[in-house]
């Protein structure tokens, strides 16, 4: 059974970079052709997706955070990383991370290739203050 | 970006209840949606996937509808686990989007 377990700092300093961990068990991230994404909701907020990476390493990320993410895959551990860089109170939040399939799925009678987030984790809460 | 509106934002409903939660988007996305459960301190859990097809181990009594820009989230026979947040979600466009969320207590 896929299970996903987030980890990190808990408190970041404005200015300073975040770095999370997505720990990955119950299914090999290299041998799996889904993405894995990151999702954040501010306190007592909506959910706001951050990015995603695929199997092959490449990586699309929420524009909104105007180059300031990475996200990566570490095939060797089985975990998938988030960095944000230049952290501000706005990026207090707890954050989630989640395996994004991609499959075809007949609608209607018509073929449709889609995406959905199938397992989060429970998430890790981080804090930005001084 | 899509815009994701929700409504409504929060819903009293009684055990065995019908419960429908609306998501409409600023574009079209085609069947390109998904709905979650959040419950507090937990992960969203995947409910329906592409607008309507059911995720496997979720209960019947949830069913999805819609394409386009309309979409509904419909909980027939609400029961006492089902009070929760539910969350609309596109992913034809990038960046990928949730709606504001719906908050379903019990009456």
């Known amino acids: 059974q896929l299970q996903l377990q987030e980890s990190g700092p808990g408190l970041v300093k404005p200015s300073e970079t975040l770095s999370l961990t997505c720990s990955v068990s119950?299914?090999?991230?290299?041998?799996?052709?889904?993405?894995w994404a990151w999702i954040r909701q501010p306190p007592g907020n909506g959910l706001e997706w951050i990015g995603s990476v695929s199997y092959t390493g490449s990586g699309q990320n929420n524009p909104s955070l105007r180059g300031r993410v990475i996200v990566s895959a570490n095939m060797s551990r089985n975990q998938v990383s988030l960095r944000l860089t230049s952290v501000t109170a706005a990026d207090t939040a707890l954050y989630f991370c989640?395996?994004?399939?991609?499959?075809?799925?007949?609608?209607?009678?018509?073929?449709?290739?889609?995406?959905?987030?199938?397992?989060w984790g429970q998430g890790t809460p981080v804090a930005v203050s001084s | 970006d899509i815009q994701m509106t929700q409504s409504p934002s929060s819903l009293s409903a009684s055990i065995g209840d019908r419960v429908t939660i609306s998501c409409r988007t600023s574009?079209?996305?085609?069947?390109?949606l998904n709905w979650y459960q959040q419950k507090a301190g937990k992960g969203p859990k995947l409910l329906i996937y592409?607008?309507?097809s059911l995720q496997s181990g979720v209960p019947s009594r949830f069913s999805g509808s819609g394409s386009g820009t309309d979409f509904v989230l419909t909980i027939s026979n609400v029961q006492p686990e089902d009070f929760a947040f539910y969350y609309c979600?596109?992913?034809?466009?990038?960046?990928?989007?949730f709606g504001g969320g719906t908050r379903v207590e019990i009456k």
């Open positions: 979600q596109q992913t034809y466009f990038i960046p990928i989007t």
């Open positions: 592409a607008a309507s």
């Open positions: 574009q079209s996305i085609s069947s390109h």
């Open positions: 989640a395996r994004q399939v991609g499959r075809e799925v007949v609608v209607g009678g018509s073929l449709l290739t889609t995406v959905w987030f199938d397992t």
């Open positions: 119950g299914a090999s991230i290299s041998e799996s052709s889904d993405s």
